[in-house]
């Protein structure tokens, strides 16, 4: 019997503490994301493309595109991203620090999924050139009930079982998180059990 994949019961945010946590750089503007990312280029701890806040904008607008399509108005107009499963390894130097939050803690009419992140799953389904490595599940925004479906079938990144050979670069399933309440729920106990009350 074939023992199907299921999904993580966690998700990760990891970010850099001098930019903070539960933030997105498509809320700044333009010259503001330009000179974070610049000082990211600098401390050499990531490759960023000169074009990446271009490119980030434009994978958004169509993120946004989807939510409104897949679950409507949503508390928060723009994602606050996050990875399916345990990823607070500190293996990014750009963002070495991880909040893992139970994946329950959100309702489903908060979430949505691509596979692999968003930035890659979109130029995977419609540049030519990625046309050999191109998936059914590329190019697509999930919901909850669809990525566990999507996960049934494919496995999870990094899982040999998968029916059909993962792209090389479906490395994660990212999340998108549309609702930040939940964070600030969640946070309140990790705030006051630091202050030691």
């Given at each position: 019997m074939v023992r199907r994949a299921q999904l993580p019961t966690v998700i990760t945010h990891n970010y850099d503490p001098h930019f903070g946590a539960f933030r997105n750089i498509c809320t700044l503007p333009d010259s503001e994301a330009e000179a974070f990312l610049d000082r990211i280029r600098a401390n050499g701890h990531r490759t960023?493309?000169?074009?990446?806040?271009?490119?980030?904008?434009?994978?958004?607008?169509?993120?946004?595109?989807e939510r409104q399509h897949r679950l409507g108005r949503t508390p928060l107009e723009r994602p606050i991203y996050f990875f399916l499963g345990n990823f607070a390894d500190g293996q990014d130097p750009s963002r070495p620090r991880s909040h893992v939050l139970p994946l329950a803690t959100f309702p489903a009419q908060a979430l949505t999924f691509t596979f692999p992140d968003s930035m890659a799953s979109l130029p995977l389904a419609t540049?030519?050139?990625?046309?050999?490595?191109?998936?059914?599940?590329?190019?697509?925004?999930?919901?909850?009930?669809e990525v566990e479906e999507v996960v049934r079938e494919h496995g999870m990144p990094g899982q040999s079982s998968a029916s059909v050979a993962l792209a090389p670069q479906d490395k994660f399933i990212e999340v998108q998180v549309w609702d930040d309440e939940p964070i600030r729920r969640w946070l309140v106990p990790t705030v006051v059990g630091s202050a030691g009350t």
């Amino acid at each position: 019997m074939v023992r199907r994949a299921q999904l993580p019961t966690v998700i990760t945010h990891n970010y850099d503490p001098h930019f903070g946590a539960f933030r997105n750089i498509c809320t700044l503007p333009d010259s503001e994301a330009e000179a974070f990312l610049d000082r990211i280029r600098a401390n050499g701890h990531r490759t960023i493309k000169p074009n990446y806040l271009r490119r980030r904008r434009q994978v958004e607008d169509w993120l946004i595109s989807e939510r409104q399509h897949r679950l409507g108005r949503t508390p928060l107009e723009r994602p606050i991203y996050f990875f399916l499963g345990n990823f607070a390894d500190g293996q990014d130097p750009s963002r070495p620090r991880s909040h893992v939050l139970p994946l329950a803690t959100f309702p489903a009419q908060a979430l949505t999924f691509t596979f692999p992140d968003s930035m890659a799953s979109l130029p995977l389904a419609t540049l030519p050139d990625h046309r050999q490595d191109r998936r059914d599940y590329h190019g697509r925004v999930f919901t909850l009930a669809e990525v566990e479906e999507v996960v049934r079938e494919h496995g999870m990144p990094g899982q040999s079982s998968a029916s059909v050979a993962l792209a090389p670069q479906d490395k994660f399933i990212e999340v998108q998180v549309w609702d930040d309440e939940p964070i600030r729920r969640w946070l309140v106990p990790t705030v006051v059990g630091s202050a030691g009350t």
